[in-house]
Nanobody, 126 residues
Framework: QVQLVESGGGLVQAGGSLRLSCAAS????????TGWFRQAPGKEREFVSA????????YYADSVKGRFTISRDNAKNTVYLQMNNLKVEDTAVYYC???????????????????WGQGTQVTVSS
């Protein structure tokens, strides 16, 4: 059974940093992409970043480009999201997800991802 577990969320002041982790278990995803999404209250779930387990290709939403960095540790089956220079508008529940099947290009729509974690809250105060 596939399980994704996020951790690392919390409360931080604007301008601060957090690193989220997404630990995967139950199977390996060598050619699959893992994505980070977020959902703020009253808003739709939105794409943040994605990368494949087997390549260095990355993809970022414009709103986080230059501030967030996605990375992975294949030995630990874990994907990270380093978030720097956080803004109040980054406040949301952050989810990691693995795509339904391997694709050539990284995807940004939630419907393209099959496995989801439970989410971790990130709150940025002003």
């Amino acid at each position: 059974q596939v399980q994704l577990v996020e951790s690392g969320g919390g409360l931080v002041q604007a301008g601060g940093s957090l690193r989220l982790s997404c630990a995967a278990s139950g199977r390996t995803f060598n050619n699959y992409a893992t994505g980070w999404f977020r959902q703020a209250p009253g808003k739709e779930r939105e794409f943040v970043s994605a990368m494949k387990w087997s390549s260095i290709s990355t993809y970022y939403a414009d709103s986080v480009k230059g501030r967030f960095t996605i990375s992975r540790d294949n030995a630990k089956n874990t994907v990270y999201l380093q978030m720097n220079n956080l803004k109040v508008e980054d406040t949301a529940v952050y989810y990691c997800a693995v795509e339904a099947w391997p694709r050539d290009q990284l995807r940004s729509l939630p419907r393209d991802y099959r496995y989801w974690g439970q989410g971790t809250q990130v709150t940025v105060s002003s």
